[in-house]
């Protein structure tokens, strides 16, 4: 097992240096100009060009990628073009409110979609089964913002329960942080509920019709057992996959969600980021995401052991 | 009967509410603010972005600054003469003035602030181009010494908007102009105190009353007068979802939007609880930029018949919708202002599509395509490309518009390459009218080639307009330059300017107090 962690954190390594190629390449070929930006409207084309000398943007394509590979191996991240301050502390500052977003979602998805899921291939076409089935397509094609507006104008405007917008530090207000966590990770959980319940029902369903499920309910074992024992059990792996897969989603969505509810986290930075065209800031990010997703993958892969003891590595 | 212990008791009760009165906080009044933009730098010299110029006014005062009428105002400065010969400039400081630190405003502070400043701004250049030298007399007194008679000199040390010349201490004002400031540098002279650890790039900014500040005797008006803050903090709230804006406007979480986008305004004004103010009364003008160096736009003929063809209200209507937020103004230095004037107008502006067909044909325009740049994401420019399309296809043009973000227009319009290798012809922008109130002022007057802004405008006769203008000292003459410079700019524009438009400020009703002025300032508003 540590054989195959210590193979797989390797195997990040080219991960990295080609999503790293990757993003500076397109960043340097997408048009837009960060001096321009800085710049402002009412700037002369020679104060735009002072401001790109003074960012190195004149130099060739490949050095300015040597230097910043350079600077990324000592673990130095660059400096945003527009804050005056490390891309690393910007990330330390934004990375809060995404994480405690990803987290509530992922609880709150996981613990509404599974028992749904399972409930939904129990009982197969029943009008529990129906609704489960409409409200996971419907979770699919509402997108995401729209939900969010939805709910604000209900939650926020018309009964006045929660608040429409912000974020409050967990360690600051710990019920303020809560009732603003609320909307968000409804808003960001209706895909991905939609998502791991039809999986969830669809596997489960698979397991139902197997021998081993006749043959614990002919041991008299109530319905319960048979289903979170050893039904749910069985069809874990597709659900863990689909569950690690989401966070991807949610990555995404988290871009939407974040703006829609004023959340100054990752997602926002990287929307800020990719319109004023701030190289290192971009970069950084998503390189960022990209170990986050690739690190989230092999903790899937190591759960897969802990609910399907045929699993070795 | 007489009971010691509980007339102790109660004398102990008593002074322990009074105690818990005289301890108990008093709420600060915070206003939070939704801006046009979240503040990423904090340099307002470096850039020329608006949102820095308000976080500008914010932390840094000013040496003048102009009042609602368009007369500029002594600030900082307390007295200052001219010489007999109009040559020489004296200025003195009022007293009492301090930077957030404690430490005095000093003369060497205001020369080391005006000299950054003309390093980065056009009306700066212009005014230090015709400066001999600027020099401290003492502590509070600066003169400024010019090679000739120069019309411009307080109206460029009061310009109200980008880039206002922000008075900073000497330390500050002599970091390379072409590099921003530090953030430990974000110290002023000026009504609200920058408070750094709580800065959150993204999420908000916090200004803290500056409780030292001596504001004038004057009342406020416009930029000028006392700055007397009536809240104890001012918050700007990153929100970037205007319709998100719009519910934390309503549920109370928030003051103020500055610019509510125009078609969410109908929402706001059927609530009860909110208002919309037109803080900015000569608001805005949409411009059509040519790029002079192109063919066929190297042809003054061929820019003119884009002026014959165009209507304003068309373009006013596609994006701004309601004509309580737009007028319709020939005036290209903004209608209300003192220049403001038609002369030459009358043949241009009209639509007249049939004419500027002639025009064209007399010009012998080929049919090249003119590559039209078409910003996508931004509310108040999206519609403005289709409707210049649709006019100048009525005139006889063939136009390729070309759609794209503002970011990518705004570093694509620097490049003179030609517009079907990634250049471009022309592009739609918005101009803030404070910004444009004088033709040295308004940056796409400027016809000095290389050195003028992208569309690079090569008219010796607009540049000569332009220098008289500068030098000119009565304001009656300095009028009828305007008008002469019109009137030939008419025939050889640099640029059309396609209606003047209004972005109102929404607020709950208990916000009062918001002064009518070029840029949103924040003295003198209170909360009830």
């Known amino acids: ?313 | 009967m007489f009971s010691f212990r509980k007339s102790a008791l109660a004398v102990l009760a008593a002074a322990s509410v009074g105690g818990l009165m005289a301890a108990a906080p008093v709420q600060a009044q915070t206003l939070k603010v939704v801006m046009h933009s979240d503040v990423k730098i904090l340099d307002p010299i470096w850039t020329t972005a608006y949102i820095q110029r308000n976080h500008g006014y914010m932390v840094w005062d000013t040496l003048f600054a102009m009042d609602e009428k368009f007369d500029v105002k002594p600030q900082m400065v307390d007295k200052y003469d001219v010489s007999a010969d109009k040559l020489t400039w004296t200025f003195t400081l009022r007293d009492g003035l301090e930077w957030h630190d404690g430490k005095p405003v000093t003369a060497e502070d205001c020369v080391a602030s005006i000299k950054r400043w003309a390093a980065r701004d056009s009306m700066g250049q212009k005014l230090m181009a015709s400066a001999e030298g600027l020099e401290v007399v003492d502590a509070k007194t600066f003169k400024l010494k010019m090679k000739e008679p120069y019309g411009l000199v307080l109206q460029s040390l009061g310009k109200p908007s980008s880039n206002v010349p922000f008075m900073m201490p000497k330390k500050t004002a002599e970091t390379d102009p072409m590099q921003q400031i530090k953030i430990e540098d974000v110290i002023g002279s000026g009504p609200f105190v920058f408070k750094a650890d709580e800065w959150k790039p993204g999420e908000k900014i916090v200004y803290v009353k500056n409780t030292k500040y001596k504001p004038r005797a004057e009342p406020p008006s416009g930029l000028s007068g006392g700055k007397v803050v009536k809240v104890d903090r001012v918050e700007w709230i990153a929100m970037p979802d205007a319709q998100t804006q719009i519910g934390a406007l309503q549920s109370g979480e928030i003051d103020m939007i500055e610019a509510p986008g125009h078609d969410l305004l109908p929402l706001l004004a059927k609530d009860k609880n909110i208002n919309l103010l037109n803080g900015n009364p000569t608001g805005n003008q949409y411009t059509f930029r040519f790029n002079s160096t192109a063919k066929p736009f190297d042809n003054t003929k061929v820019r003119h018949a884009v002026f014959v063809a165009f209507a304003q209200e068309d373009f006013l209507k596609a994006t701004i919708g309601d004509p309580q937020w737009f007028k319709v103004c020939k005036a290209p230095f903004v209608c209300g202002t003192p220049l403001a004037t038609d002369a030459g107008m009358a043949d241009v502006l009209n639509g007249n599509a049939a004419k500027a067909k002639q025009l064209l044909t007399e010009a012998g325009y080929d049919g090249t395509p003119i590559v039209l740049m078409h910003s996508t994401d931004l509310q108040v420019l999206t519609n403005l490309a289709p409707v210049a399309k649709a006019q100048m296809e009525r005139a006889g043009f063939k136009v390729d518009m070309v759609s794209m973000d503002w970011q990518t227009l705004v570093a694509r319009r620097v490049k003179k390459d030609p517009p079907n290798a990634g250049g471009w012809h022309a592009f739609l922008t918005s101009w803030v009218a404070a910004d444009i109130l004088n033709p040295v002022m308004a940056g796409f007057f400027n016809a000095s080639c290389d050195k003028a802004m992208f569309g690079w405008p090569c008219d010796a006769t607009i540049e000569k307009f332009r220098d008289q203008f500068a030098k000119e000292t009565d304001p009656a003459k300095q009028k009828q330059i305007v008008e002469d410079l019109q009137k030939y700019w008419v025939d050889h524009p640099t640029h059309i300017n396609v209606g003047q438009w209004y972005a109102p400020l929404a607020r709950r009703n208990n916000i009062e107090g918001n002064l009518i002025a070029p840029a949103p300032v924040f003295w003198n508003v209170s909360k009830k």
């Open chain 1, 1 to 313: 097992m540590l054989d195959f962690i210590a193979r797989r954190l390797i195997a990040i390594i080219p991960v990295l240096a080609v999503v790293a190629v990757f993003v500076f390449l397109m960043l340097r070929l997408t048009p837009g100009d960060p001096a321009a930006v800085i710049a402002g409207d009412n700037a002369t084309s020679d104060q735009i060009a002072d401001i790109r000398a003074k960012l190195g943007l004149n130099e060739p394509i490949w050095t300015q990628f040597a230097i910043w590979i350079g600077n990324v191996l000592q673990g130095n991240f660059g400096e945003s073009f527009f804050f005056k301050k490390t891309v690393a502390e910007l990330i330390a500052q934004r990375v809060e409110p995404t994480l405690a977003l990803a987290i509530c979602t992922l609880l709150f998805a996981v613990t509404v979609s599974v028992p749904i899921g399972v409930m939904a291939a129990y009982r197969q076409g029943s009008l529990l089964d129906r609704a489960v089935m409409g409200f996971s397509v419907l979770g699919f094609s509402v997108p995401g913002f729209v939900i969010g507006y939805c709910l604000i104008y209900v939650f926020a405007i018309e009964l006045g329960w929660l608040p429409v917008q912000g974020y409050i530090r967990i360690g600051v207000n710990f019920w303020g942080f809560l009732e603003r966590m609320i909307l968000p990770s409804l808003t960001l959980s209706v895909g991905f509920i939609a998502l791991i319940s039809r999986i969830t029902r669809a596997s489960v369903l698979e397991v139902l019709n197997e021998d081993y499920i006749r043959t614990a309910r002919a041991k008299g074992l109530s319905n319960r057992v048979v289903l979170m024992r050893h039904a749910l059990r069985n069809a874990a792996v597709p659900i863990l996959t689909v569950i690690g897969l989401g966070i991807a989603i949610l990555i995404g969505g988290a871009v939407v969600t974040e703006s829609v509810f004023g959340l100054p986290g990752l997602g926002r930075l990287t929307v800020e980021a990719v319109l004023s065209r701030d190289f290192p800031t971009i970069q950084t990010v998503i390189l960022l995401f990209s170990v986050v997703y690739v690190v989230i993958n092999l903790l899937i892969d190591i759960s897969y052991t802990l609910f399907d003891p045929r699993i070795r590595y």
